[in-house]
């Protein structure tokens, strides 16, 4: 395993994250997982023997539950916590009432101390936002997020889901003010779906901005269940839950690239397509998450798997997405003024 800075902070943290997604399993999120403790318990034990040091959870999972069994985990196994880097987020609902979800600082604040105490621990290493609120201004939402750094409640910030312009006049506001930054994004990204790399990934790169990539397996598209004909594997979570957004067409092109170099590098699909994630330069960390442990075992697999400079330029060629203004216009003035 090997361990990179989360963005500007001198913090690091390992290239694989665990996901909790999976724990619990109430309401909607039956959909993704049930894991009960015992195999919650398993997964935290394999991640963190593997050499993971990083969990991330959120309050909205599993109606706060995937926090509980993440917290009860840490405890059951005897984990030191200076030894891990714990992130959870806030935004989504959690109760009934006007006031149950959102980025006000009531919420905020009420759902930081529920998140710790469910979590059994006195501090967040980082506290996301877990999506944009526009009935919040952003300013409003920094000054809350900047009181709980200054409380010792939260070590780092960050966001996830947010549009490139939404990122920097939330680092604007904190340069010019003084106050905690934003120091990583929690976004989608895949071979199978680039668009970050569109208008986030120059952000992210300018600001000195880490990148957690969540759903690195387009919901299970690049897990090698999928086929063109339409033949899934029994189970097969887009089965239930048909998600992230997917090209498919173009994802069915990736993968008819990435099935015979797995074979050569007797590694399979899955792990091929994490790997690219972690040859990417912006990429910090990729949240795995798993239903069975032989799933995390696979993923695990991933941090060992490496490419020629040919195949990478292969699997760029396939996925790459069109050109779209101003990229095009941006990347024909950008040769004007090469020395």
């Known amino acids: 395993m090997k361990y990179k800075l989360l963005g500007n902070t001198g913090l690091y943290v390992s290239e694989l994250c665990l996901g909790t997604m999976t724990f619990g399993g109430k309401g909607f999120w039956t959909n993704i997982g049930t894991l009960d403790q015992q195999a919650v318990d398993q997964l935290v034990r394999t991640s963190f023997d593997a050499g993971i040091n990083f969990i991330d959870t959120a309050n909205v999972y599993s109606e706060g539950l995937s926090e509980e069994l993440t917290g009860k985990s840490i405890r059951n196994l005897g984990l030191k916590r200076e030894d891990l880097v714990l992130a959870t987020k806030v935004r989504g609902r959690m109760s009934e009432g006007p006031n149950g979800s959102g980025l006000s600082r009531k919420h905020i604040l009420h759902e930081i101390d529920a998140s710790l105490q469910r979590l059994q621990t006195d501090y967040i290493d980082l506290y996301q936002i877990h999506g944009f609120d526009a009935l ?8 809350t997020l900047d009181i709980l750094v200054k409380s010792g409640k939260v070590r780092y910030i960050g966001c996830s889901n947010l549009a490139a312009w939404q990122i920097m006049k939330a680092t604007g506001y904190s340069t010019y003010n003084r106050l905690a930054k934003f120091v990583s994004l929690q976004a989608y990204y895949t071979i199978a779906g680039r668009d970050l790399e569109r208008e986030l990934a120059p952000v992210l790169e300018d600001q000195k901005m880490g990148l957690l990539v969540w759903s690195p397996l387009a919901g299970g598209f690049l897990s090698g269940k999928y086929k063109r004909s339409g033949e899934n594997e029994e189970g097969a979570r887009r089965a239930n839950f048909d998600f992230p957004p997917v090209n498919k067409d173009r994802a069915f092109d990736v993968i008819d690239v990435l ?11 899955a792990q091929l397509a994490l790997a690219w994630l972690l040859h990417q330069p912006v990429v910090t960390s990729v949240i795995i998450g798993a239903n069975k442990p032989e799933q995390l075992d696979d993923n695990l697999k ?12 292969q699997l760029d060629a396939v996925s790459q997405l069109p050109k779209e203004y101003p990229g095009w216009m941006i990347e024909r003035q950008g040769t004007d003024r090469k020395r």
């Open 136 to 143: 919040t201004p952003m300013e409003d939402i920094i000054d």
């Open 259 to 269: 099935e015979p170099m797995a074979q050569q590098k007797g590694a399979t699909v």
């Open 302 to 313: 991933a941090v060992s798997v490496t490419f020629t400079a040919e195949e990478l330029a």
